[in-house]
């Protein structure tokens, strides 16, 4: 009775997780394709198209990581301390991916002057490729950290393995939580001075030019972008709450909350949702898919309805 209720609870879980993934691996792919298909084109592609790309390849691991994690874990709770790992380099690396792109709009949009902002704009602005590249190196850095904290605990557990196989792989990073916290707050520190500094530059511009009263001047645009940025700013808190209660709960339970997880997997994908709403190029060739489809579709009930149509009449 007691596995019938686990296998009950594993097909509950795994539902919404494979909801997660297609829907990610519909909204990801489509952001990658579109910024890919504009560099093979010869397009112009910016800093923030290379960034956003980057997110969503990460997206998309982090996504198939987690399926992977919960589809083979009910099934075999051994060596999965290889997969835990990859895990948490593809969400430290969404998190920092996610601050670079604040800290790149920032320094693309505010008008500040200062001779510090000025020097990071030039450095930063066309150097993105690297900064991209140092981002997935220090999730690979604090990842390797955490698991080498975690190889004194796997050896002391070695030989206990066979009576408490139900927490031979819960606790082994136990040693490793404070390391961990403290390595998702550094890209969290640096979105919200970023996301803060951006959003004060708005409003002052917009509150400059609401005095001037030219009319001439369309505010839409600005109340655009601080309204983008408000909503990634409550993404990013809100992912970045979801994740350190996971933690939180490991520490205290000596396990990972499946139906966290998920909400890990679902956040991303409405943050891309958004992303591809509010970015005009990705809403135009969103269009565009989507009138196709439904051209095809509309298309093919015509054909049948002829071909319905002349069998009748024959």
């Known amino acids: 009775m007691a596995d019938s209720t686990e296998g009950d609870t594993d097909v509950l879980y795994l539902v919404p997780t494979l909801i997660a993934l297609i829907a990610g691996l519909v909204t990801h792919s489509f952001i990658i394709g579109v910024n890919v298909t504009d560099w093979w084109k010869g397009r112009s592609v910016t800093s923030v198209d290379h960034i956003v790309t980057s997110l969503g390849i990460s997206r998309i691991c ?18 999965m301390d290889s997969r835990g790992i990859v ?24 008008n500040f002057h200062s001779r510090l902002f000025l020097y990071l704009r030039g450095m930063i602005l066309h150097r993105t490729v690297y900064f991209i590249g140092a981002s997935v190196l ?58 803060v500094l951006l959003f004060t530059s708005l409003y002052h511009h917009t509150t ?20 983008f940025i408000s909503i990634t700013f409550i ?22 909350p499946a139906w966290l997880l998920i909400v ?31 051209n095809f579709v509309f298309q093919r009930k015509d054909t049948e309805t002829r071909e319905n149509i002349e069998v009748i009449a024959l």
């Open 62 to 79: 982090s996504q198939c990581a987690n399926t992977l994690y919960l589809f083979i874990y009910p099934l075999s709770r051994k060596n």
């Open 87 to 110: 895990y948490d380099l593809l969400i430290h690396a969404n998190m920092w991916l996610t601050s670079l792109l604040c800290i790149v709009l920032c320094l693309k949009i505010s």
């Open 138 to 195: 220090l999730s690979a850095v604090n990842s390797l950290i955490t698991f080498l904290l975690a190889i004194p605990k796997i050896s002391s557990g070695g030989t206990y393995n066979t009576t408490m196989d139900n927490l031979f792989m819960d606790c082994m990073f136990i040693n490793s939580v404070y390391n961990v916290t403290i390595g998702v707050s550094f890209p969290l520190l640096f979105y919200c001075i970023s996301s």
């Open 208 to 227: 400059k030019m609401k005095r001037s009263r030219n009319l001439s001047i369309n505010l839409e645009t600005y109340y655009s972008v601080m309204k």
């Open 235 to 256: 993404y990013n808190t809100v992912y970045f709450i979801c994740y350190i209660c996971c933690i939180l709960h490991y520490y205290v339970y000596c396990m990972m």
């Open 264 to 294: 890990l997997d679902f956040l991303p994908v409405l943050h891309s949702s958004y992303q591809i709403y509010k970015t005009a190029k990705l809403r135009s060739q969103m269009s565009k898919v989507l009138q196709n489809v439904l």
